[in-house]
């Protein structure tokens, strides 16, 4: 069964707006985290943003925030003021406790910025 | 200063003939894993350590094997290489509780 479900296979948005990334988890374990990385066409997988199962607020670094609504599992992610260097292949992560801290990946979401 | 180091870069075998790829941290985390990524593909996690506990996905191939003799490094061995395993090499460190820091890969070619 699929963990973690990214329903947009590509976006598009304008540079400077604002664009959020879905991102749905299942999991029974109390204790997981959650993980946005970035790819750009040059392959390496670069860390964006992380949000604990227990964190009580939002994480946000820079231009990133993540909505992490726990009842719903959802994990979007949101980045402000879009740049042309914004656009890349994204994908939503997670990180299971009584997995032996595996971490699994989601499919993926194409993000075009558009100038 | 590089933290994960994949070696070689680029490595290119013949149908059937096995292939290591290494992978080393100089970030002492107890937590290494081995990916798989084929084109415009999420990674796929075929096994990761956690200490010198392996921990083996249940669809990874058996051709698939892998060694971390300490915690510096890890191999990944493919012992009979097909068409299908060409693909990137991903290796990933952690430390408990934060994010992953990941290698820039080995990209496989099989012939």
């Known amino acids: 069964a699929q963990k973690i479900t990214q329903t947009q296979p590509g976006m598009f948005v304008q540079e400077k707006e604002a664009v959020t990334l879905d991102c749905t988890y299942d999991?029974?374990?109390?204790?997981?985290?959650l993980f946005w990385y970035k790819q750009p066409s040059s392959g390496e997988m670069i860390f964006l943003i992380y949000?604990?199962?227990?964190?009580?607020q939002n994480a946000t670094e820079g231009r990133y925030s993540l909505n992490f609504q726990k009842a719903r599992k959802s994990a979007n992610l949101v980045i402000s003021a879009s740049q042309l260097g914004d656009s890349a292949m994204y994908f939503c992560?997670?990180?299971?406790?009584?997995?032996?801290?595996?971490?699994?990946f989601g499919p993926g979401t194409s993000l075009s910025v558009i100038p | 200063d590089a933290m994960v180091i994949q070696n070689p870069r680029y490595q290119v075998t013949q149908f059937g003939k096995p292939v290591t790829l290494s992978c080393s941290q100089t970030?002492?985390?107890?937590?290494m894993y081995w990916y798989q990524q084929k084109s415009s593909q999420a990674p796929k996690l075929l096994f990761h350590?956690?200490?010198?506990?392996?921990?083996n996905e249940a669809d990874t191939p058996d051709n698939f094997q892998s060694r971390r003799p300490n915690t510096s490094f890890c191999f990944l061995d493919i012992r009979s290489p097909g068409l299908g395993d060409a693909a990137m090499y991903l290796c990933?460190?952690?430390?408990?509780?934060?994010?992953?820091?990941f290698g820039p890969g080995t990209r496989l070619t099989v012939l």
């Open positions: 992560a997670m990180r299971e406790k009584t997995s032996y801290d595996k971490v699994i």
């Open positions: 999991t029974s374990d109390p204790s997981y985290g």
């Open positions: 949000q604990g199962s227990y964190d009580q």
């Open positions: 970030l002492n985390h107890n937590v």
């Open positions: 350590y956690y200490d010198k506990d392996f921990n």
């Open positions: 990933a460190t952690n430390k408990k509780d934060n994010e992953q820091f």
